[in-house]
């Protein structure tokens, strides 16, 4: 007796040492974080970021200037500023073409060129300014770059972020090359943030608020209605869109609604209130083809108050986009709004708190994030399937802990579609995880679930699962899949 005795210690204190010698994943062993030297008595508070054709970081500020990073990808040491342009009026969008920079501000979108070559715009055009403004301070105008007709998108938050008082507030239009502009949804609440997917396909982050239970990433899809009422009043000067929509019914919930409203799309992605962030902000795809590490062509999301970078999987269901988000990567020096990738493998996030605190103290920030080249132990992608979810995971699993059901643990739950601010988390549920099957390629994970739910978000857990090589726990082990449409 006493000699099991001992020999269960000494296994106990075996498997101890072992689990030990594991060390915890921490976010800076796969992607750093370098801040870029903004020099002395700028006020950056970034506004939008992009590339310059000669490769020049482009950053514009929410104080009107526009200024050229030259080596972006060198060490801070060898960067320099160079102020492109100024008196501005709160640049939320810049694009180049044809050697012309394009930018998005509260008025209108204009063309900027040097036509000198001393890096200094001299000549301003106003390509469009058919909507109005009127001195709100929430009439935020977020710009895209070009898609690929040659359009901008401009999505307009509405005056105060609750009413429409001046035409096409609360509205995403499209600028045509020759500068028209075109109504292209209603339904906009208060934008973060433009940007295109890898298929060029237009999304744009709104915050909580009125008809927001949470802040979410919607499909831009053409013709479509984004689900906050209070500036459909300009279907009167948007014959091209047909009749106004149905209002909502204030209390509802969204996919009840979405069966009743045809023009109505529901938000591809819900972040779930404070556990995803506070306010969701820039959108850029990963272009890097791998040089970023194993997320190409995936979406990443800023949020400003939380100063994060979010990561969200997208898929077609029913033919509407949904899937899945994911937390990527923390500690940004101030409040993240503008992404940028660099093919090279770089992205860039500039970073401001005025108007809103974050969680990164500085009142703006520009920084770029590198991938070291070690693989993070992530979960991959989240498809929906007739009978749950297929997971796919950026590493070999280990197939004992991968298959045992109680590695993982799920619940779901909604939102009120009201008028009010927000909306709790509501009619949840507890689905069981009743099997779960590796799939023949050991980096996959079939999940039946007993009763998925429509309209919800499913929030995942997978604390139990490990990888094959070295029994590492997921770096991040939630996912938070919207399930708008079943798959049939």
Known sequence: MNRMFVAICVMTILAKAAS??????????????????????????????????????????????????SNP?????????????????????????????????????SRLRDTDGDDRADEFDV????????????????????DREGNIWVVLCLTGSFTSEVPYRG?????????????????????????????GDMFYTDNQG????????????PGSFQGNPSGNRWYELSENLGPRPP????????????????????????????????????????????????FANQLFVGDQTNSTVMRVFLEKVQGHYQGACFPFL????????????????????GGTNRGWGSVGPKPFALERVNWTGKIPFEIHEMRAKPSGFELTFTQPIDLATAADVSSYSLETYTYIYQSDYG??????????????????????????????????????????????????????????????????
């Open 20 to 69: 030990a010698q594991v060390p915890v994943p921490a976010e800076r062993d796969y992607y750093t974080i370098t801040p870029l030297p903004i020099p002395e008595g700028v006020v950056l508070e970034s506004g939008t970021v992009t590339e310059a054709p000669d490769g020049r970081l482009t950053i514009s500020s929410r104080r009107g200037d526009v200024y050229l990073v």
């Open 330 to 349: 923390s500690g940004f020096g101030s409040g993240s709004l503008a992404l940028k990738f660099f093919d090279e493998g770089a992205l860039f996030v």
């Open 423 to 488: 909306s709790p988390e509501v009619d949840r549920t507890i689905p069981e995880v009743i099997a779960a099957s590796v799939g023949t390629d050991g980096r996959s994970v079939m999940l039946t679930i007993d009763k998925l739910q429509e309209g919800h978000v499913h929030e995942l857990q997978a604390r139990g699962i490990r990888s094959r090589d070295d029994k590492q726990p997921l770096l991040h082990q939630e996912a938070y899949y919207t399930l708008n449409y079943l798959v049939e």
């Open 247 to 294: 209002d909502p019914n204030s209390g509802s919930r969204m996919m009840v609604e979405a069966k009743r409203v045809p023009q109505l799309e529901p938000p591809a992605v819900y972040f779930p209130y404070k556990k995803m962030g506070q306010s969701a902000s820039g959108i850029a795809y990963d272009s890097t083809a791998g040089r970023f590490g194993p």
């Open 127 to 146: 390509v469009c300014d058919d909507w109005e403004i009127n001195g709100d301070y929430h009439e935020y105008a977020f710009g895209s770059e070009f």
């Open 210 to 221: 009125p008809w927001n239970g949470t802040c979410g990433l919607k499909h831009l899809r």
């Open 171 to 199: 509205w995403c239009l499209r600028v045509t090359p020759d500068g028209k502009m075109i109504p292209t949804c209603s339904g906009i609440r208060s934008p973060g943030g433009i940007g295109m997917n890898c298929e």
């Open 73 to 109: 990808l060198q060490q801070p040491d060898q960067m320099t500023f160079k102020k492109f342009a100024s008196g501005l009026h709160e640049v939320l969008g810049v694009t180049w073409r044809d050697g012309a920079l394009y930018v998005t501000q509260r008025c209108d979108v």
